[in-house]
């Protein structure tokens, strides 16, 4: 049985209503530290909302949420979210864009130089580190992406949301970001949870699937992600 104390994600009888129409939830899901996890299902079901919900962008109707034993009551630097539009500042530079998520941790103020540091390292990381000064409309689209993706990861968060950050890449660039995503995520030891209606995607980033499906929408499938398990998470969607 899995201890509580390495659990880093859990839902507990989390709903949130939309409308008179559509709902979410009971969703009861619990994700351990370090796991990465893929949530699929139809256009609707609740996917994004369920990541929003985790940030703290959103109030749970009823139930909650707790990271690292922590309830969410808010955004927390505990928890940051990369969304599929990159919302770079087209004013600022890229490791200005960076270095806002250190502003908003106050290391930017208190340690500028560990800020700076912290900036470069990972500009280097994502293959950006010659455009530091560039500008937001100087760089292509995959670029953003990664601008995006070294924001999100510059407080250092325990857990990194993703909310379909490929969709809107060529299959080249999204497969290098990919794999950015999970060289660097590993790295940090964060725990990952992915919204992507790409099996492809959840193939090459997680180790387990959460499938959504039905209205309201609930956990119609959860399982192990592999070459193996493809067929199946295939037919789990077809069956949501």
């Not at 209205?215 to 789990?236: F, H, K, Q, S």
């Amino acid at each position: 049985m899995q201890r509580m104390s390495e659990v880093e994600i859990d839902i507990r009888q989390l709903s949130y209503r939309f409308d008179a129409n559509r709902a979410l939830g009971p969703v009861n899901v619990q994700i351990r530290r370090g796991e990465r996890v893929a949530a699929l299902g139809a256009s609707g079901v609740g996917k994004s909302t369920l990541l929003a919900l985790v940030a703290g962008l959103k109030s749970p109707t009823s139930g909650e949420i707790f990271i690292g034993g922590a309830p969410v009551r808010g955004p927390s630097a505990r928890a940051t979210l990369m969304l599929q539009r990159p919302a770079l500042l087209p004013w600022a530079s890229v490791s200005e864009n960076v270095a806002l998520g250190l502003r908003f941790n106050g290391l930017a103020r208190s340690e500028p130089q560990r800020a700076q540091a912290r900036v470069a390292d990972l500009l280097a990381a994502v293959g950006l580190a010659d455009r530091a000064d560039a500008l937001p409309h100087e760089l292509s689209g995959g670029q953003q992406q990664r601008v995006a993706l070294a924001r999100a990861l510059a407080p250092q968060p325990e857990v990194l949301l993703l909310d379909e950050p490929f969709s809107a890449l060529d299959i080249p660039t999204r497969e290098a970001l990919r794999a950015d995503v999970s060289r660097i995520a590993q790295k940090q030891g964060a725990t990952l949870v992915l919204v992507t209606h790409d099996i492809a995607d959840a193939v090459a980033l997680c180790d387990r699937a959460i499938v959504l499906g039905g209205n309201p929408g609930r956990v119609t499938a959860d399982m192990g992600v592999g070459d193996e398990g493809v067929e199946y998470l295939t037919e789990a969607l077809r069956a949501a």
